[in-house]
């Protein structure tokens, strides 16, 4: 019997998390290859993982980017809120 590769609802979690094509192709030829093989698995893992390490990278960034304008906003802000005070007096 012939191994058979992944669903269409694994091939579309892939897709879905972002994997390019050359991740779902290689995910999917290991799947045929032999998913259940502890040594196959452990590849798909590791391919997984890296991508699932790339994205943190990307999350990060984009966090240093937001931390970056709320420091902006903040200093904005209480820039307005100093103007304020010194008008009232």
Do not use: F, W
């Not at 091939?11 to 030829?29: F, K, P």
Request: glycine share 8%.
């Amino acid at each position: 019997m012939e191994p058979k590769g992944p669903d269409r609802s694994t091939i579309q979690n892939l897709a879905d998390a972002g994997c390019d094509d050359d991740t779902v192709r290689c995910y999917c030829e290991l799947e045929q290859r032999g998913g259940d093989c502890p040594p196959v698995r452990k590849e798909q893992i590791r391919l997984l993982g890296k991508h699932r390490k790339a994205l943190l990278g990307e999350l990060h960034s984009c966090q240093e980017k937001i931390d970056c304008l709320d420091y902006l906003l903040y200093k904005l802000k209480d820039g307005q809120t100093k103007e304020a005070e010194s008008k009232d007096e």
